[in-house]
């Protein structure tokens, strides 16, 4: 494990705010503050490594970034975070909420949660957001670019790692509640503890439910929607060397729907869906026991599973399902050697085997065809430098069983810490893949009225992607600004075509496209203390995204920004603080359909958000807050013919007791 290299505390900054917000390459939503750099990331290599020495672009959202938000779904922070597009089908609550990764696809983007892959075989391999409440989050990495070589198919744009809280010595004890708008509520509450530095544990339940607005630009019938969440986890260490744990989730949504129709798109309709989730992880760690005092030596087994289960009904009868699960087994094996009496260098060399199994099931696929079989095989290396020079290279074989070629990806980072102008340089280069999902494999059969097929000979998804970046502090390490360029190539994209029957009529299926979507951008962001409890984080991202025809790709907005004003102050001796965040999405574009489902190129209009939220301690351990959304009352839409929610207020009170029996 790589010791981080510690940086002084962070100072106040008096000025900087009005010129960062004139700068036309404006700011940069990330916790990269010089603090931060000092603490651990685990997403970014197979070993937890000092923030200071990641070669990689990375975010890191805290539960403390949520908290003063006040967020109810995961997708609403992910706004902040540059390079990431977010498109909701809908502004009513649980919609199809897709997240898309420096100009790479929703289904090119993992997503995970303590480990476990969500990206679900049976939703095109993508994971919806719709269904994510920020509850019981103790952080959240996003590891930007190909990160294939680590994490196999589905990380070609990046990661997003989703981490749960865990226990702390004694007991704890909380709740929540809170209600507003739209006929919204939203209770919750746990418990965690732990024993000595032996167990910890979490257990924790979220119930939300709104009456929600029409999804349909075009209708009025609301659309509601309920989720219930339930997710803990426990850790045991019975012997100093010995860990080992379980984790799991669970989520049961049901969110109501509208129709599509040809040449209007969105339009009402009694239609919902029900979303079944399960996701469990078990893992046992051994470290061996001190070999030298120069050498340390891990091993871990995990087994993971996850399994969605989702059916649609229209007019309220049973119109289709889809069902998907992967099942996971890993080994890993770290040597960690500190050989500092030789230029100060430290070394970790990774192995780490997966079996991974996907299998499929929906209305509309073969049923005997519906499996992904891969066994992959990774090494990784680190090397840390004078407590100056990072450097990673990884190479990851996925032996495809049975389907298509095999592939193999690498990737490699570099940073450099000049201490003396206190400036940090990063770069990183890799190659990705992205493995045909079942449905383009197998599907078969008649969606909508349109038929569909699979088509076996598909073959993976490549990339080529590299970045970038210098991060500077300023003012006596009081303000960071951090800017990176990168380019991503991707070719042998899969999309849908349609071919002849022999009767002349058509129907649908996919293929690789010809030709290289050509995409680069530029992330710039700020972090900054503006002076004693008042906290500013800014972001933007320009981003060119083009296809083998140079057309742009869809629901990918060429300018993307945020600006995150919070400030934490006492009154009457109690804690306070108010929070307001603005988030910009530029002009975009979209699909329109006409009546016989010729799709069309349409462009949907830029839109602002502004919110402001606010808390108050009004007695030890009790708060109460509120909230408004969309204070400007912008009406904007995502998705061609969805609508979004108005102008919106929300208030609550949360209670946090103990720790108690420490």
Not at 34 to 58: D, F
Not at 260 to 271: C, E, K, L, R, S
Not at 370 to 376: G, K, M
Not at 609 to 619: G, H, Q, T
Request: glycine content about 8%; charged content about 20%; hydrophobic content about 35%.
């Amino acid at each position: 494990m790589f010791t981080p290299i510690k940086r002084p505390a962070n100072a106040f900054l008096s000025s900087l705010f009005t010129a960062t917000c004139l700068t036309p390459i404006a700011l940069f939503a990330a916790d990269e503050s010089p603090k931060a750099l000092t603490k651990m990331v685990v997403t970014s290599s197979l070993t937890p490594t000092s923030a200071a020495q990641v070669g990689s672009a990375v975010t890191v959202i805290t539960a403390e970034d949520i908290a003063r938000q006040q967020i109810t779904y995961v997708a609403d922070i992910l706004r902040t975070v540059p390079g990431l597009a977010v498109n909701q089908t809908g502004g009513s609550f649980g919609t199809l909420t897709q997240v898309r990764m420096r100009g790479a696809e929703g289904n090119q983007t993992l997503v995970r949660l303590d480990g476990i892959e969500l990206n679900d075989p049976a939703g095109g391999s993508e994971y919806n957001f719709g269904n994510m409440l920020a509850d019981n989050i103790e952080r959240i990495e996003i590891i930007r670019g190909a990160q294939s070589a680590l994490y196999g198919s589905d990380a070609v744009g990046g990661v997003i790692n989703i981490i749960t809280k865990k226990g702390s010595k004694g007991l704890q004890v909380n709740a929540n509640a809170e209600g507003g708008s739209f006929g919204t509520y939203k209770v919750g509450g746990g418990f965690s503890g732990g024993w000595k530095d032996k167990v910890d544990f979490s257990l924790n339940v979220n119930q939300f439910a709104s009456e929600g607005i029409s999804i349909a630009a075009s209708g009025t019938e609301r659309d509601a929607s309920q989720n219930l969440t339930l997710d803990g986890n426990i850790n045991i260490r019975p012997l100093e060397a010995l860990e080992l744990g379980v984790s799991g989730r669970m989520v049961r949504a049901d969110t109501d729907t509208d129709g599509f129709q040809g040449g209007i798109g969105a339009v009402d309709a009694d239609n919902r869906s029900e979303t079944r989730q399960g996701y469990t992880k078990a893992y046992l760690k051994l470290t061996v026991p001190e070999i030298t005092d120069w050498l340390q030596w891990e091993h871990q087994a995990s087994f993971f599973y996850s399994d969605s289960q989702r059916k649609s009904f229209r007019d309220q009868a049973f119109a289709s399902h889809f069902n998907g699960n992967k099942i996971k087994y890993a080994y890993q094996t770290n040597l960690l050697m500190d050989t500092s009496q030789f230029a100060q260098s430290r070394h970790a060399l990774t192995f780490l085997y997966e079996h991974e199994e996907d299998s499929a099931d929906s209305t509309f696929s073969s049923k005997n065809q519906t499996r992904l079989i891969v066994n992959s095989y990774v090494g990784e290396y680190q090397l840390a430098l004078f407590d100056r020079v990072s450097l990673t290279a990884s190479v990851r074989h996925d032996d495809n069983v049975r389907q298509f070629q095999d592939v193999t990806t690498f990737r490699t980072t570099a940073a450099y810490q000049h201490i003396e102008t206190n400036t940090k340089l990063h770069a990183s280069y890799g190659t990705g893949a992205k493995n045909p999902t079942l449905s383009e494999l197998y599907i078969d059969g008649n969606f909508s009225g349109r038929e569909y097929r699979g088509n076996p000979n598909l073959q993976a998804e490549k990339s080529n992607s590299w970045d970038i970046g210098i991060q500077q502090f300023f003012f006596d390490e009081r303000v960071s600004l951090d800017v990176t360029y990168y380019n991503n190539q991707i070719k042998n994209f899969i999309q849908r075509t349609t071919d002849i029957n022999a009767d002349g009529s058509r129907y649908f299926t996919y293929g690789n496209a010809p030709g290289i979507n050509k995409i680069e951008g530029i992330e710039v962001g700020i972090t900054a203390n503006l002076m004693q409890g008042l906290d500013f984080v800014g972001s933007y991202t320009w981003a060119s995204t083009k296809d083998a025809k140079n057309i742009a790709l869809v629901r990918r907005p060429k300018h993307i920004a945020s600006a995150n004003l919070n400030y934490g102050f006492s009154v009457l001796d109690r804690k306070a603080n108010i929070n307001l965040g603005v988030k910009y999405n530029g002009q975009q574009t979209d699909y329109a359909f006409d009546a016989a489902f010729n799709r069309s190129i349409v462009v949907l209009s830029d839109y602002t958000l502004v919110n402001i939220a606010a808390s108050y301690e009004i007695f030890d351990h009790v708060e109460i807050f509120a909230r408004v959304e969309n204070m400007l009352n912008d009406s904007y839409q995502e998705v061609y013919s969805y609508a979004s929610r108005g102008v919106a207020g929300y208030g609550g009170v949360r209670v946090a007791l103990g720790p108690f029996l420490k």
